[in-house]
Nanobody, 119 residues
Framework: QVHLVESGGGLVQAGGSLRLSCAASGRIFSITAMDWYRQAPGKQRELVAGISTGGSTNYADSVKGRFTISRDNAKNTVYLQMNSLKSEDTAVYYC?????????????WGQGTQVTVSS
């Protein structure tokens, strides 16, 4: 089993910044994709940003130019630097990883961390 522990969420004023972290531990084999998703009240969970093993990144249009995803493969950790935060960024943010295991690929989710942006 793989455990994901997120940290860094909280309350911030519009225009401010937060940095989320997600550390993976447990039965780590070969982590391929690492992503951040978010879910606002009454809305579906959506992909915010993703990063591959090689460092290729992709972002939701709504966060391009404001958020930066990065990863430290040695620490099995993924980060999300969020700048110029807006009230519409308020959501629970979830870390997600895909891992190649002997039996195939598996997906794991963190417990979520609340980000609240006050206007």
């Amino acid at each position: 089993q793989v455990h994901l522990v997120e940290s860094g969420g909280g309350l911030v004023q519009a225009g401010g910044s937060l940095r989320l972290s997600c550390a993976a531990s447990g039965r780590i084999f070969s982590i391929t994709a690492m992503d951040w998703y978010r879910q606002a009240p009454g809305k579906q969970r959506e992909l915010v940003a993703g990063i591959s093993t090689g460092g290729s990144t992709n972002y939701a249009d709504s966060v391009k130019g404001r958020f930066t995803i990065s990863r430290d493969n040695a620490k099995n950790t993924v980060y999300l630097q969020m700048n110029s935060l807006k009230s519409e960024d308020t959501a629970v943010y979830y870390c997600h990883i895909e891992q190649a295991e002997p039996g195939g690929f598996s997906n794991y989710w963190g417990q979520g961390t609340q980000v609240t942006v006050s206007s």
